[in-house]
């Protein structure tokens, strides 16, 4: 079992003789999951710079949490970077969560000000539920890249479900990006496979070569996949607020397959069941948060292959001449709400385009910019 101990916001800083890109890890930012940073001291002490050609540098995210061993102190730091949160952030000295990102943020600017080539950013987490290691990507070509470099199950579209989160912050500012979850909170498989995704990482972004710990770490991550699809997107988020008694029902792992009409959990209002077959991810099963589950499917060869090509060709100019749509931006548009029902929503995900937001009478359909990195 991983005990929680406290951190030093940088766990650790390695920079290697000669320059090269820089991976910037994050564990920790929920306080609840320090084996992200157990699986980082392990690997730290290993690593030899003058093999290396870059820089590796671990981040502790909310160690006021993580010496308390909760999830957050006030509020949850993973839902606080989108620019209208933090300016609207209350004064440090008055809430815990507004000095962790403070001192994380200069942290944060700090390596990026220091890197020497492009810049790899990997956030460690792991769930309340039992299950494998599995990554969250937003949905960019270059992190989709990146990510398929891991032996692990990727969910598109999730990371674009929810405000705020660290990764669209760092992709903001050119970062390609990669989450990965790594097992149930206090079991050691979930640290074993962290300490895995970090010596894949460090080979497979080039800082260092193909050691004996990276081809073990490979097999270990490709066994614990257990046949689950390669690619799955997210479809929908259940969310959940402190009073709605909500209760997921037992036995789903961190990734389930469900079919539909099954019953997934009760709240106040009655039983929430499956609206379709598929698969639900990341089940609440702890007292704090914010996220019911989420519901998905998976993502076929023909449809990953369509999408990377109709955006290497950049069809997506194409999208502005449709009747209600209009460009906004190189990432946004704007589109009516009749517009939006008649167009079918797998259209926009083809072109990575799934954060739908209300903009007064219309929507804004939007996607992650790509990463200046790539």
């Known amino acids: 079992m991983v005990e929680p101990a406290p951190f030093p916001r940088v766990v650790g800083r390695v920079r ?3 320059p090269g890109p820089l991976l910037l890890v994050v564990g920790g930012i929920h306080g609840n999951e320090p084996a992200g940073l157990h699986a980082a001291q392990k690997v730290l002490p290993r690593l030899d710079p003058l093999a290396m050609r870059g820089d590796f540098v671990v981040l502790a995210g909310n160690v006021r949490a993580l010496a308390q061993n909760r999830r957050f102190l006030a509020r949850d730091l993973n839902r606080q970077w989108s620019p209208e949160r933090m300016a609207a952030a209350p004064p440090a000295g008055s809430d815990p969560e507004a000095l962790e990102q403070r001192e994380l943020s200069a942290a944060l600017a700090e390596a990026l000000a220091s890197a020497r080539g492009p ?45 705020g989160v660290l990764a669209e912050f760092m992709s903001a500012r050119g970062c390609v990006t990669l989450v990965v979850e790594g ?31 990276c081809r073990q770490a490979y097999a270990q991550l490709d066994r614990a996949r257990a046949g689950l699809p390669r690619l799955m997107e997210v479809l929908s988020r259940h969310p959940v607020q402190p009073d709605d008694g909500f209760r997921m029902e037992p036995g789903f792992a961190n990734i389930a397959r469900v079919s539909a009409r099954q019953l997934l959990a009760r709240d106040r209002s009655g039983d929430i069941r499956a609206h379709r077959g598929g698969f639900i991810f990341l089940p609440l099963y702890q007292a704090q948060g914010e996220d019911g589950f989420f519901v998905g499917r998976a993502v076929g060869p023909l449809s990953r292959r369509a999408s990377a090509l109709v955006r290497w060709a950049r069809l997506d100019r194409l999208l502005g001449l449709l009747p209600g749509v ?16 008649f167009y079918p929503s797998d259209l926009f ?12 009478p219309r929507l804004s359909i939007a996607r992650r910019a790509t990463p200046r990195s790539a």
């Open 16 to 18: 290697g003789a000669a």
């Open 119 to 163: 810049v790899f950013f990997l956030e460690l987490h792991t769930t309340s539920a039992e299950g494998i290691p599995f990554a969250l990507v937003g949905d960019t070509l270059p992190n989709r890249d990146f990510a398929a470099r891991f032996p692990l199950p990727v969910i598109l579209g999730l990371e674009e479900q929810v405000d």
């Open 183 to 213: 097992g149930q909170h206090q079991s050691q498989a979930a640290a074993q496979n962290l300490e895995s995704v970090l010596w894949l990482a460090l080979e497979k972004v080039g800082l260092v070569p193909a050691l004996p710990a």
């Open 326 to 341: 209009r460009p906004v931006g190189p990432d946004e548009l704007d589109v009516t709400p009749r517009a939006a029902a």
């Open 349 to 360: 995900r083809l072109f990575g385009y799934r954060i739908v937001r209300p903009a007064g």
